[in-house]
């Protein structure tokens, strides 16, 4: 499908089983960042119509819940086909409204359709414990059964993936589901629901809401809904967190990020640079596993910036559509400027501007609107000035000196997020300190990005995650599943 198939034009939410037009007069323009070229408008649902939304997910629900759970998993199966079959013409969707590269769209749909085939499994993952003679003559039972109907709200760097760290789990183990997707590229979650229309799902189990944080707070304000998910940056992410506790449901909230990367003296320096170069600057850096500050022990600083500045030399920015292009356009203006606002805090802080993208040049005429930026880099940073500190989300990468490899852990520690940081070595000693020090929920060893597959869970710790279960696999199923456990006797007569 293209976007013509997707839409007349105006997004439409999918509720009941059936594409209807969004009640609300707000709205936005869904555009090409490459070209400005506007591809469609995405109105934002009223939060009086939310309410209906979720009392649509709550019948369902009662029918849904009781469907025997392998044939519950049968639509999800033939979602996965679904998305396996679409997933080109879906990366071009999502290169067009959201910048990054081809081969990034198609690998973050990858990732996707992983958690799809993980969330088939649902039949094993919901097995709990069973005890016999607990107490004296008693028997014990744990099952984990579904609680209602569930929202996810999502941001705009990965449309494809993220929604599917939450979706398929939601529903195979017999939940309802409402999906929020960003604003800014709702376009591939249009298209997830035209799969999904055609997966067979009973009406009403699945449901999409376009809109903008009006929307999302009548969601967290409904005191209907089982919980939410969330992603997308840390002052939203505590504000859904604590509104929905306020309100009294589940909630799972997945903020921003500042990733170190930790370059040892003893690391193959040639290596590290590839791979942060990579880290830092794929999606154009809007990542939340981006690893934008490498901390260098000792003599590997002056080598390792000389193999960075190489790396990045060869970095090819323009249309992500272009199969040359590495770095594609930032999603809008405004934040291609905040990106701009960050270099400049950069320089201004004293760090050493040694590559600076603000004047890249994408040549020809289509792309005169487009938010382009190229790869930046900064040495002899001061990791406790703004741009070691604040995300950035671009791509913007800074480079620090440290004495020794003690020096270089605190300084990672020393950020308020806690979602990835990633060690290059070849001594198993600091891998093990590392893995034991690092005070975040993801940790790569001589990975340039550490990134959990689907059958593991994803989340950060400090500002990154607010919550206890995480996204994907096991962490995914027991929120959405609340445990019983029945205790039994059976007496002789
Ligand atoms: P965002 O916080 O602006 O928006 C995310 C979602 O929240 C959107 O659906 C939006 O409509 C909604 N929203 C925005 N403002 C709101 C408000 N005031 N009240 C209620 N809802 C509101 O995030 P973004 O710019 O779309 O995404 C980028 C951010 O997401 C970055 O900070 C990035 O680090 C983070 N992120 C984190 C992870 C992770 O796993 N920790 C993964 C991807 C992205």
Not at 35 to 42: D, M, N
Not at 123 to 128: E, G, K, T, V, Y
């Given at each position: 499908m293209q976007i013509d198939d997707l839409t007349d034009g105006t997004l439409h939410n999918y509720v009941n089983g059936e594409w209807v037009p969004v009640d609300g007069d707000d709205g936005e323009a869904v555009v090409n960042p490459a070209?400005?070229?506007?591809?469609?408008?995405?109105p934002f649902t009223d939060p009086h119509a939310v309410d209906d939304v979720v009392a649509v997910g709550d019948a369902a629900f009662e029918e849904w819940r009781n469907v025997a759970i392998e044939e519950r998993i049968q639509p999800v199966f033939r979602l996965k086909e679904l998305l396996e079959?679409?997933?080109?013409?879906?990366?071009?969707?999502?290169?067009?409204?959201?910048?990054?590269?081809?081969?990034?769209?198609?690998?973050?749909?990858?990732?996707?359709?992983?958690?799809?085939?993980?969330?088939?499994?649902?039949?094993?993952?919901?097995?709990?414990?069973?005890?016999?003679?607990?107490?004296?003559?008693?028997?014990?039972?744990?099952?984990?059964?579904?609680?209602?109907?569930?929202?996810?709200?999502?941001?705009?760097?990965?449309?494809?993936?993220?929604?599917?760290?939450?979706?398929?789990?939601?529903?195979?183990?017999?939940?309802?589901?409402?999906?929020?997707?960003?604003?800014?590229?709702?376009?591939?979650?249009?298209y997830l629901f035209h799969l999904i229309d055609e997966a067979g799902f009973p009406d009403g189990v699945l449901n999409l809401v376009h809109g903008g944080p009006d929307t999302v707070n009548a969601l967290l304000d409904n005191e209907a809904l089982a919980g939410v998910s969330f992603v997308g940056s840390t002052p939203v992410a505590r504000h859904v967190y604590e509104s929905a506790a306020a309100t009294g449901m589940r909630v799972q909230a997945q903020g921003g990020a500042k990733n170190y990367v930790v370059v040892s003296d003893s690391a193959d320096l040639e290596y590290a640079a590839e791979k942060t170069v990579s880290s830092s600057f794929a999606c154009g850096g809007e990542r939340c596993l981006a690893n934008d500050i490498a901390v260098v022990v000792g003599d590997a600083y002056e080598p390792f910036v000389e193999?960075?500045?190489?790396?990045?030399?060869?970095?090819?920015?323009?249309?992500?559509?272009?199969?040359?292009?590495?770095?594609?356009?930032?999603?809008?203006?405004?934040?291609?400027?905040?990106?701009?606002?960050?270099?400049?805090?950069?320089?201004?802080?004293?760090?050493?501007?040694?590559?600076?993208?603000?004047?890249?040049?994408?040549?020809g005429e289509a792309y005169a609107d487009g938010t382009f930026l190229g790869p930046t880099v900064f040495g002899e940073v001061d990791t406790d000035s703004r741009i070691a500190q604040e995300e950035i989300f671009g791509p913007v990468l800074g480079i620090a000196r440290a004495d020794d490899f003690d020096e270089a852990v605190a300084k990672l520690n020393a950020t308020d997020f806690g979602n990835a940081a990633s060690l290059f070595t070849a001594r198993g000693a600091e891998a093990s300190q590392f893995r034991n020090e690092a005070e975040v929920g993801n940790v790569g060893v001589n990975v340039g990005t550490a990134a959990p597959m689907a059958f593991f869970h994803f989340g950060g710790r400090k500002d990154s995650f607010f919550g206890d279960l995480h996204a994907q696999a096991e962490d995914v199923v027991r929120f959405y599943t609340d445990e019983t456990v029945y205790i039994e006797r059976w007496p002789d007569e």
């Open positions: 070209t400005g070229e506007q591809l469609a408008h995405v079959e679409h997933q080109e013409a879906m990366a071009r969707v999502l290169v067009r409204e959201h910048g990054k590269n081809l081969d990034e769209a198609r690998g973050e749909l990858r990732r996707g359709i992983e958690n799809v085939e993980v969330a088939c499994g649902a039949p094993r993952l919901m097995q709990d414990g069973f005890v016999e003679n607990a107490a004296p003559g008693i028997d014990e039972t744990a099952v984990r059964r579904p609680l209602g109907t569930f929202a996810a709200v999502t941001p705009f760097n990965f449309p494809g993936m993220i929604p599917l760290w939450f979706l398929p789990y939601a529903v195979a183990t017999g939940n309802s589901f409402i999906l929020k997707p960003s604003e800014q590229d709702p376009l591939t979650a249009q193999a960075v500045l190489d790396a990045v030399d060869d970095q090819v920015v323009g249309d992500g559509l272009d199969p040359e292009t590495d770095i594609g356009a930032l999603i809008t203006p405004e934040h291609r400027d905040r990106v701009v606002g960050h270099i400049e805090a950069g320089i201004e802080d004293g760090n050493e501007l040694l590559r600076d993208g603000r004047d890249v040049d994408v040549p």
